[in-house]
T-cell receptor, first 111, second 118 residues
Framework: DQQVKQNSPSLSVQEGRISILNCDYT??????FLWYKKYPAEGPTFLIS?????DKNEDGRFTVFLNKSAKHLSLHIVPSQPGDSAVYFC??????????FGPGTRLSVLP | GAGVSQSPRYKVAKRGQDVALRCDPI?????LFWYQQALGQGPEFLTY????????KSGLPSDRFFAERPEGSVSTLKIQRTQQEDSAVYLC????????????????FGPGTRLTVT
């Protein structure tokens, strides 16, 4: 039973457009959510996070939205750039001790 | 400063061999996590240390898997009598401290060790 789901295995977006990556979770104890980006042969790199007391967090081109009632979060990248092409993992944590990752979404930004 | 390092980067083992995977976390990071990542999947939690104490090992798939962090810094994940299903990338991550402020939850990952059991 997956506690963190990313239902889109892949996504293709034109350069300059918005990329929207989605994530759903089932455990209401999760209080902190993170997005990681992973290039081949490298470990995941932290991108952006959001606490459950917020509904939005923005950092440059990256914005994460959290809808607690729907147990849903999304990552918006705008404008998308070819260098954003990578696998994106959504992760959820309860009090920083239990981290659960989704299966990932492969984003391809086409020039 | 140096990030999280792992060695070896690649390991090929024959079925039944024992392997040891090393993780050097970021200096001063209290928390250390091990994950197993199968092809096409997200990282799956194996075990977690706070300093030298192993606080959670619920993700270890069998008693063939053993992890230690004796001095609260470097950690070793040992797999005994490797099986083909153990083939995966093993990721190590460290964070400042777990259960502190939200910013401390951010984990910094190493590049991983790709284990192939033949």
């Amino acid at each position: 039973d997956q506690q963190v789901k990313q239902n889109s295995p892949s996504l293709s977006v034109q350069e300059g457009r918005i990329s929207i990556l989605n994530c759903d979770y089932t455990n209401s104890m999760f209080d902190y959510f993170l997005w990681y980006k992973k290039y081949p042969a490298e470990g995941p790199t932290f991108l952006i996070s959001i606490s459950s007391i917020k509904d939005k967090n923005e950092d440059g081109r990256f914005t994460v939205f959290l809808n607690k009632s729907a147990k849903h979060l999304s990552l918006h990248i705008v404008p998308s750039q070819p260098g954003d092409s990578a696998v994106y993992f959504c992760a959820a944590s309860d009090y920083g001790q239990n981290f659960v990752f989704g299966p990932g979404t492969r984003l391809s930004v086409l020039p | 400063g140096a990030g999280v390092s792992q060695s070896p980067r690649y390991k090929v083992a024959k079925r039944g061999q024992d392997v040891a995977l090393r993780c050097d976390p970021i200096s001063g990071h209290v928390s250390l996590f091990w994950y197993q990542q199968a092809l096409g999947q997200g990282p799956e939690f194996l075990t977690y240390f706070q300093n030298e104490a192993q606080l959670d090992k619920s993700g270890l798939p069998s008693d063939r898997f053993f992890a230690e962090r004796p001095e609260g810094s470097v950690s070793t994940l040992k797999i005994q009598r490797t099986q083909q299903e153990d083939s995966a990338v093993y990721l190590c991550a460290s964070s400042v401290v777990a259960g502190g402020s939200a910013a401390d939850y951010e984990q910094y990952f190493g590049p991983g060790t790709r284990l192939t059991v033949t």
